[in-house]
Structure formats: C-alpha cells, structure tokens
C-alpha cells in the first residue's frame, strides 16, 4: 500500500509540471528501482542498494540532458547542473558502497530484508527519494536552466552543502578507523557542531539545486521545489536522524557526556 503512495504522489509531481520527459525520467527512477528490487532479494543483499541509488540518479538526470540536448545551442546552465548532480551521485553512491563493504552489512535492513514487501517498499522509497529530489533540477534541465543571479547564488549553496557533506563524511570515517574510538560517538570536528553535519549538508546541497532551477519553472512547475522540503523531511523523520538517534540512545544513552552532547549540540543547525 505504501509503495503504491509512494509511487503515485512522485508520478503526480511530475505529472503537474506537463513535461513528458520529467514524466518518463520518474517512471524510469522506479522502473530501474524495481528491476534491481529482484536480485537483491534473491540475494538476500542490500550492498548495491546505496549504489543503485546513485545510478538512477544519473540516469534520470542524463536522460533530461540528452533530451534537450542541441550541439548548435549548448545550454551551459544544463550542462553544469547536470555535472554537478551526477559528481555527487558517484561520491556519495561510492563512499557509501565502500562502507558497507567494510563493515559486512547494514543493519538498517537486517529484519526488512526477510520480507518481500518491505524490503520492495525501500526500493520504491529510492525510488521515490530520486523522484522529488531531483524533480526540480529535471524539469528545469527539461526546459533549459537560466544562469542568472539565482543561478549563482544557488550554485553557492550548493557547493556549501557538497563541501560540508565530504568533510563530515571524511571525519567520521577517520574517527572510525582508529581503533581508540571503537564504540565511542564523535563529537569533534564539524561533529562538535552539529550532531549530523552531512545530512545538514545534503539538505543545503538540494536547496542549492532548487534556486538553480527556480528560474527556469513557472505554474505548476514550481511543485517541483518540494525537493529540499522532502529531502529534510525523508533524513530527520524517516531513513536518517531518526533510526541514527534511536540506536545512539540505545548504545550512549546511560553515558553523561553523550547526553551533555545531545543537549548541547542541535541535530543540524539552530532550529533546524
């Protein structure tokens, strides 16, 4: 049932925009979603499935690119939005396949993965994440981004959240490569700011994308901007602080220091 909501309210945002092509790119995020769905269950694995999320990310993004793609009149807002998104689908689909080679397993899907149903309905939520995330940036490449002042300034944004997320991202892995800080929490660093700096950064990142294409969107179209709206709700209530919290209360939570933490440090940056 869930994954029929999923599907239907991704298909619905981008059935308002009127754009055939931004149609067809969210009917083939889940298509690619569902095929990959099949193995992985066979398998009885989730190690591809951080991956398969950044390839259908590319894809769909190439697939608006080569669309309204014309060697006679480059669009040069097209080209660096599309790099951009696809630079960062391949850093963070890596780093988190390297991940969870490293550790053997990822423990979120331990149980989900059993059942058919569920571990389908995380598929389609990939697929839906792809969906609404990059909606803005699809239909915009769909009509042709406009560099102008918003351009720039959401590129700003943008390269903000990147750098913040690769930062974060690099000193929690170092953190927890020294074997000193085994079954510790990390508290320094960007770490010492924020209690999830990364996903502050990815927040920031597709806010960023959303001001580069809010020039090129009119009408209904603007529904597409629901991106980084989704993208705060999908890590701080779904698939990211919340399940990380739960498990830190569990294994820190008699300690004094980690709540001083928690209650000295805001989850991303002041109200937020």
């Not at 490569?177 to 770490?191: A, Q, Y």
């Not at 569990?250 to 000295?264: A, F, I, P, V």
């Amino acid at each position: 049932m869930f994954s029929a909501i999923a599907f239907f309210f991704s298909y619905s945002i981008a059935y308002l925009t009127g754009i055939e092509v931004v149609k067809n790119a969210v009917l083939l995020a889940f298509i690619i979603q569902w095929i990959l769905f099949v193995p992985a269950y066979l398998l009885q694995t989730e190690k591809f499935y951080d991956i398969s999320g950044s390839i259908t990310y590319i894809s769909v993004v190439s697939y608006c690119f080569l669309n309204n793609y014309d060697p006679l009149f480059l669009n040069i807002g097209n080209i660096i939005l599309s790099i951009i998104i696809i630079i960062w689908a391949l850093r963070l689909g890596t780093f988190l396949f390297i991940r969870i080679k490293k550790a053997g397993e990822d423990i979120r899907f331990r149980e989900i993965k059993k059942s058919p149903t569920r571990f389908f309905m995380t598929w389609t939520l990939q697929g839906m994440w792809v969906s609404l995330c990059s909606a803005c940036a699809l239909a915009g490449v769909a009509k042709g981004i406009i560099i102008n002042n918003y351009f720039y300034f959401g590129l700003a944004i943008f390269l903000i959240g990147f750098i913040l997320e690769i930062i974060a991202d690099n000193q929690k892995t170092k953190f927890r490569s020294n074997p000193e800080n085994k079954d510790k929490f990390i508290n320094s660093g960007l770490w010492k700011l924020s209690r999830h700096p990364n996903y502050l950064g990815e927040i920031l990142l597709w806010l960023g994308i959303s001001i580069i294409s809010l020039s090129s969107l009119e009408g209904l179209e603007l529904a597409t901007l629901i991106s980084p709206l989704f993208t705060y709700l999908l890590l701080v209530y779904v698939s990211g602080i919340r399940i990380l919290e739960y498990n830190g209360d569990k294994k820190w939570g008699n300690l004094n220091s980690y709540k001083d933490y928690k209650k000295n440090t805001p989850r991303l940056i002041g109200f937020l």
